[in-house]
């Protein structure tokens, strides 16, 4: 077990150093870097003198040399561990990460309970009652939450209440340890807004792998020995049903931190989402890869962890 | 009891042997999916008003009229107007053009592409197989939507931003084609018939061509249909972001976005039109690709 984990941390590194360059490339041939944004409409106009700044900037920056030359840099600093310095803040990139990363996790984490709390539930009564109304409401339910682009609930779940009550929720994110009430009312909306649309897949995927199961010789065996309906849906159907269900929750994270740039930008959260999509929007490459290749760790991770969780949750699965 | 012993595919003869004309075949599926039919005819609708939006709408798309700024909806404007007088009826109209263009012709890409890299990866394997994969394994470790936008800002304004769209979620899309038709052209390549082909003397070309293309076409339509729905939700979500279709051209992700924001509590018919109708259109689109996974792949069948 040990060397099989060790096996795929280390096959982990090549597919996100391949990441890294391809983002890397991709981000230098985008037209306008970010001295242009910086300083196009600013104060100095002239010719020359803005080339002049403009090179003095990019010589700071680090962007002024050839592309081959920035890559090595960067791969060199990476191998020490250092991501480098936000193109914005002039501060290294881990500082922002360290400051919104457990901002976007506490939204995914409440988001992904929010989906399994809804997703088990729905697909075993779904799967248990296969083919009766009941059965039809939780399939067309699901269908349309995964169907409803999250931005348009969100957009609907801030303008809503603001409308008919006039209630909006606090314009500035508060810390949960400083004003959890307050913390709460802002990130909760998003949350259910993200975990129902991902409760909608989840709940496909519970209800079609508890039918597989259902079908099985020993449920019917279980049901043969006289067992209740519940024993028969905990212990015997719903332990091996959960299998595939693990993999989905889990390499749906990737869609999850997806989703949160959305969602984040909606219910104004300074998360991750926030800040790489400001980073794509103000060309702030470091902050990107930094950014990027968190997002890729984490749900290359989280791809582990899953494989791991099948060994627990199956004896029959080893690995070695 | 007894028990049938016949093998899986082999038909039964019945004691009354009706032929079956695919119409027929057809409208058994219509009325065994009431819903599903529900989703085919919405998705219809659609298409048919992005071709004919021209002869709907009843306004242009961009036609201001400065006196007529954030009205109500009324018999004139169906769906009110906006901040700049524009009527929302013509441009939810219009924004259907936008939409089908930019999922359709992003799914014709990313089929055509993935389609060629997963058959060429399965079928010849080794190093390019190994190494498309490990791209393919990284670009999948991050969020899809976020690499979209970095391509197409990439890609800059060089191109239409609507063409600029279809080809970021084309390219983006095509990893994921990739890895379906690669999975099934490796399957498909053990079977016997091709083996006979082989050492009937059959080329390369001529086994990927007409043994395994056609055996791999059954879940490169479900992998796509699939897409598709995602594909109207990206250009929504990217149009929203501000990254997506410009204006003039109206998108419905853009009609929700910030020039709209502002007003939407003054007006919101604003923030309701357009987001009913990307809803509704994924919905039927989604629907239409769970009837074609169900008739397609039946190991997926009641799933």
Same mark, same amino acid.
């Given at each position: 077990?040990?060397?099989?984990?060790?096996?795929?941390?280390?096959?982990?590194i090549p597919t996100?150093f391949?990441?890294?360059t391809?983002?890397?490339?991709?981000m230098?041939?985008?037209?306008?870097?970010?001295?242009?944004?910086?300083?196009?409409?600013?104060?100095?106009?002239?010719?020359?003198?803005?080339e002049?700044?403009?090179?003095?900037?990019?010589?700071e920056?680090?962007?002024d040399?050839?592309?081959?030359?920035?890559?090595?840099?960067?791969?060199k600093? #990476?191998?020490?561990?250092?991501?480098?310095?936000?193109m914005?803040?002039?501060?290294?990139?881990?500082?922002?990460?360290?400051?919104?990363?457990?901002?976007?996790?506490?939204?995914?984490l409440?988001?992904?309970?929010?989906a399994?709390?809804?997703?088990?539930?729905?697909?075993?009564?779904?799967?248990?009652?296969?083919?009766?109304?009941?059965?039809?409401?939780?399939?067309?339910?699901?269908?349309?939450?995964?169907s409803?682009? @999250?931005?348009?609930?969100?957009?609907?779940?801030?303008l809503?209440? !603001?409308l008919?009550?006039?209630y909006?929720?606090p314009?500035?994110?508060?810390?949960?340890?400083?004003?959890?009430?307050g913390?709460l009312?802002?990130v909760?909306?998003?949350?259910?807004? #993200?975990?129902?649309?991902?409760?909608?897949?989840?709940?496909?995927?519970v209800?079609?792998?508890?039918?597989?199961?259902l079908?099985?010789?020993?449920?019917?065996? !279980?049901w043969?020995?006289?067992?209740?309906e519940?024993?028969?849906?905990q212990?015997?159907?719903?332990?091996?049903?959960?299998?595939?269900?693990?993999?989905?929750?889990?390499?749906?994270?990737?869609?999850?931190?997806?989703?949160?740039?959305?969602?984040?930008?909606?219910?104004?959260?300074?998360g991750?989402?926030?800040?790489?999509?400001n980073?794509?929007?103000?060309?702030?490459?470091?902050?990107?890869?930094? @950014?990027?290749?968190?997002?890729g760790?984490?749900?290359?991770?989280m791809?582990?962890l899953v494989?791991i969780?099948?060994?627990?949750?199956?004896?029959?699965i080893?690995?070695? | 009891m007894?028990?049938?012993?016949?093998?899986?595919?082999v038909a039964?003869?019945?004691?009354?042997?009706?032929?079956?004309s695919r119409?027929?075949?057809?409208?058994?599926?219509?009325r065994?999916?009431?819903?599903?039919?529900?989703?085919g005819?919405?998705l219809?609708v659609v298409?048919?008003?992005a071709?004919?939006a021209?002869?709907?709408?009843?306004?242009?798309?961009?036609?201001?009229?400065?006196?007529?700024?954030?009205?109500?909806?009324?018999?004139?404007?169906?769906?009110?107007?906006?901040?700049?007088?524009r009527?929302?009826?013509?441009?939810?109209?219009?924004?259907?053009?936008?939409?089908?263009?930019?999922?359709?012709?992003?799914?014709?890409?990313s089929?055509?592409?993935?389609?060629?890299?997963?058959l060429?990866?399965?079928?010849?394997?080794?190093?390019?197989?190994?190494?498309?994969?490990?791209?393919?394994?990284?670009?999948?470790?991050v969020?899809?939507l976020?690499?979209?936008?970095?391509?197409?800002?990439?890609i800059?304004?060089?191109?239409?931003?609507?063409?600029?769209?279809?080809?970021a979620?084309?390219?983006?899309?095509?990893t994921?084609?990739?890895?379906?038709?690669?999975?099934?052209?490796?399957?498909?390549?053990?079977?016997?018939?091709?083996?006979?082909?082989?050492?009937?003397?059959?080329?390369s070309?001529?086994?990927?061509?007409?043994?395994?293309?056609p055996?791999?076409?059954?879940? #490169?339509?479900?992998?796509?249909?699939?897409?598709?729905?995602?594909f109207?939700?990206?250009?929504?979500?990217?149009?929203?972001?501000?990254?997506?279709?410009?204006?003039?051209?109206?998108?419905?992700?853009?009609?929700?976005s910030?020039?709209g924001?502002?007003?939407?509590?003054?007006a919101?018919?604003?923030?309701?039109?357009p987001?009913?109708?990307?809803?509704?259109?994924?919905l039927?689109?989604?629907?239409?690709?769970?009837?074609?996974?169900?008739?397609l792949d039946?190991r997926?069948?009641?799933s």
């Amino acid at each position: 077990m040990l060397r099989y984990v060790t096996r795929r941390v280390f096959l982990m590194i090549p597919t996100l150093f391949i990441l890294y360059t391809l983002l890397f490339v991709l981000m230098r041939v985008v037209p306008g870097d970010i001295v242009d944004l910086y300083l196009e409409g600013g104060t100095v106009r002239s010719g020359a003198e803005l080339e002049a700044q403009k090179l003095a900037l990019k010589q700071e920056l680090g962007i002024d040399k050839s592309l081959p030359e920035q890559y090595g840099i960067a791969v060199k600093k #990476l191998l020490t561990g250092d991501l480098g310095q936000s193109m914005t803040t002039r501060k290294p990139v881990t500082d922002e990460i360290k400051r919104r990363g457990p901002i976007t996790l506490e939204l995914a984490l409440l988001a992904s309970s929010i989906a399994v709390i809804v997703a088990i539930p729905a697909g075993v009564i779904s799967a248990s009652r296969q083919r009766t109304a009941l059965d039809q409401v939780v399939r067309v339910w699901s269908i349309i939450t995964l169907s409803v682009p @999250n931005f348009w609930v969100g957009t609907m779940v801030v303008l809503l209440p !603001a409308l008919w009550w006039g209630y909006g929720a606090p314009p500035v994110y508060r810390s949960p340890f400083e004003d959890l009430a307050g913390n709460l009312q802002q990130v909760l909306p998003a949350a259910i807004v #993200l975990g129902l649309a991902f409760g909608g897949t989840t709940t496909r995927f519970v209800r079609s792998s508890l039918l597989e199961v259902l079908r099985q010789d020993y449920i019917r065996t !279980a049901w043969s020995k006289g067992l209740s309906e519940a024993k028969v849906m905990q212990r015997h159907a719903l332990k091996n049903a959960l299998i595939p269900v693990v993999t989905i929750i889990g390499l749906q994270l990737g869609a999850l931190f997806g989703g949160a740039v959305v969602t984040e930008s909606i219910f104004n959260i300074p998360g991750l989402g926030t800040l790489t999509l400001n980073a794509i929007r103000t060309r702030n490459y470091t902050q990107l890869q930094a @950014n990027m290749l968190l997002f890729g760790t984490v749900v290359a991770m989280m791809s582990l962890l899953v494989d791991i969780s099948y060994a627990w949750l199956d004896p029959r699965i080893r690995y070695s | 009891m007894s028990v049938q012993a016949t093998p899986v595919g082999v038909a039964i003869p019945t004691s009354a042997p009706v032929p079956r004309s695919r119409f027929s075949l057809f409208m058994r599926q219509v009325r065994r999916r009431p819903i599903e039919t529900v989703g085919g005819v919405v998705l219809t609708v659609v298409v048919l008003t992005a071709i004919g939006a021209g002869f709907i709408a009843p306004f242009g798309y961009a036609e201001q009229e400065f006196t007529a700024r954030l009205l109500g909806p009324s018999g004139l404007h169906f769906f009110g107007t906006d901040s700049l007088g524009r009527d929302v009826f013509s441009r939810v109209v219009y924004g259907a053009r936008t939409s089908m263009l930019a999922s359709t012709s992003g799914v014709l890409i990313s089929g055509v592409l993935g389609t060629l890299l997963g058959l060429s990866s399965g079928f010849f394997g080794g190093k390019f197989d190994l190494a498309l994969q490990r791209v393919t394994d990284g670009i999948h470790s991050v969020p899809l939507l976020l690499l979209t936008m970095l391509l197409v800002v990439a890609i800059g304004n060089k191109l239409p931003s609507l063409l600029t769209v279809a080809i970021a979620l084309g390219i983006v899309g095509s990893t994921t084609v990739n890895r379906v038709i690669r999975g099934s052209t490796l399957a498909v390549k053990a079977m016997p018939y091709v083996e006979a082909a082989h050492s009937l003397g059959a080329t390369s070309s001529r086994i990927v061509m007409r043994h395994i293309l056609p055996n791999v076409m059954a879940p #490169l339509i479900v992998a796509l249909s699939v897409q598709f729905g995602a594909f109207i939700t990206a250009e929504a979500s990217l149009s929203f972001l501000g990254l997506g279709v410009q204006p003039p051209i109206p998108s419905w992700g853009g009609m929700l976005s910030a020039e709209g924001r502002s007003f939407f509590k003054q007006a919101p018919w604003l923030a309701i039109f357009p987001g009913v109708a990307i809803s509704l259109t994924v919905l039927a689109a989604n629907l239409v690709g769970d009837a074609l996974r169900d008739v397609l792949d039946p190991r997926q069948r009641g799933s």
